[in-house]
């Protein structure tokens, strides 16, 4: 993924060495979000198939979940992983995340912001965080979905 700092959406066609790529847009007026793991926009280039992928919990590979927070977002993230290989899509592919935290304070960003840079690097997608009281199953703490450009 590459960085515009000028706020051109029109670069969506990427400035990869023959290779279109997501573009991160970012308006200089607007305060830089990177260091709390996202991106303020990001573009999909021109032409690129598009895939959903569904909400990826915290359950190891034989559904078990941890009690733990943190366990749970590393997981989820790992889950996450996989389902991209399996789509033969790398993290930097991915352009928007919601996440979803059930009792959400101000706490458990810093376990998000650290597994956010530590999946995507410097390719962080665009994300919002959906504060909720619970999610599908109640020890579930996490849950994220992706919206993946693929080539």
């Keep these: 993924m590459t960085t515009d700092h000028r706020g051109d959406a029109g670069a969506g066609a990427g400035a990869g060495a023959g290779r279109a790529v997501p573009v991160i847009v970012h308006p200089p007026e607007l305060p830089d979000p990177a260091p709390h793991g996202y991106a303020t ?41 996989r389902v991209l290989e399996a789509l033969g899509a790398e993290p930097g592919r991915v352009v928007k995340l919601t996440v979803y935290v059930v009792d959400h304070n101000s706490s458990k960003l810093g376990v998000l912001t650290e597994n956010v840079k530590r999946t995507f690097g410097d390719t962080l997608p665009a994300q919002t965080l959906v504060p909720v009281p619970r999610l599908a199953i109640d020890p579930m703490l996490f849950e994220v979905d992706a919206i993946v450009a693929l080539e």
């Design 41 to 81: 926009s990001v573009v999909a280039p021109r032409g690129a198939r598009l895939a959903f992928v569904s909400g990826q919990g915290g359950q190891d590979e034989e559904g078990r979940l941890s009690e733990d927070f943190a366990t749970q977002v590393r997981q989820a993230y790992a889950n996450l992983c």
